[in-house]
């Protein structure tokens, strides 16, 4: 089956432009969380959707932000960007969002310039 | 606070012999979950193994392990036989209730 899609793989944008990146989960997944890696903080959490709704969010300031499709797929969006918010940015989704199998998409790396 | 702790930011071994990634957690919360991710060159994480708090029995997956030691708050992962495609960021993380929350890694390199 096929697993969890990002796209873009690469984006260059900007200071002060937008940018909104997609995933895919696996088919039936209906769980999608968001999560962004730099060399500086390592991975952190940015939110959790599941059924449409956002259930957990991380502590990352109101430019980022999401939304999650009736068919699972989801997007976020972060605006008026920043040098600081160069990163990769990897989606994880799983059946429910209790279960253990989370399965990653390859990411999306953003460059700001 | 640090809630996983992973002390070791890099690790060599030799092709075929086995080695431990260390990894300590922090939880009052008796209900959790304990996960190892491989990070390749490529980005993907790519989930490991899964030990749940309540696992009487250490987790094995192929040439992957967990030692789970409860008391100590560890969640060492084993990686016997090591391979070169084994050469790769690992991440340890811990889940509790809606949390999810990953350790700095260790970069594991395999020498020939």
């Known amino acids: 089956k096929a697993g969890v899609t990002q796209t873009p793989r690469y984006l260059i944008k900007t200071r002060g432009q937008q940018v909104t990146l997609s995933c895919s989960p696996i088919?039936?997944?209906?769980?999608v969380s968001w999560y962004q890696q730099t060399p500086g903080q390592g991975l952190q959490f940015l939110f959790e959707y599941f059924s449409e709704t956002q259930r957990n969010k991380g502590n990352f300031p109101g430019r980022f932000s999401g939304r999650q499709f009736s068919n699972s797929r989801s997007e976020m969006n972060v605006s008026t960007l920043e040098l600081g918010d160069s990163a990769l940015y990897l989606c994880a989704s799983s059946l429910l969002p209790e279960d253990y199998g989370y399965t990653f998409g390859s990411g999306t790396r953003l460059t700001v310039v | 606070a640090q809630k996983i702790t992973q002390t070791q930011p890099g690790m060599f071994v030799q092709e075929k012999e086995a080695v431990t990634l260390d990894c300590t957690y922090d939880t009052s919360d008796p209900s959790y979950g304990l996960f190892w991710y491989k990070q390749p060159s490529s980005g993907e994480m790519i989930f490991l193994i899964y030990q749940g708090s309540y696992d009487q029995q250490n987790a094995t997956e192929g040439r992957y392990s967990l030692n789970f030691q409860k008391a100590r708050k560890s969640a060492n992962l084993v990686i016997s036989a090591s391979q070169l495609g084994d050469s790769a960021m690992y991440f340890c993380?811990?889940?509790?209730?809606?949390?999810?929350?990953f350790g700095a890694g260790t970069r594991l390199t395999v020498k020939p």
């Open positions: 088919s039936g997944h209906r769980s």
């Open positions: 993380a811990m889940r509790e209730g809606n949390d999810m929350r």
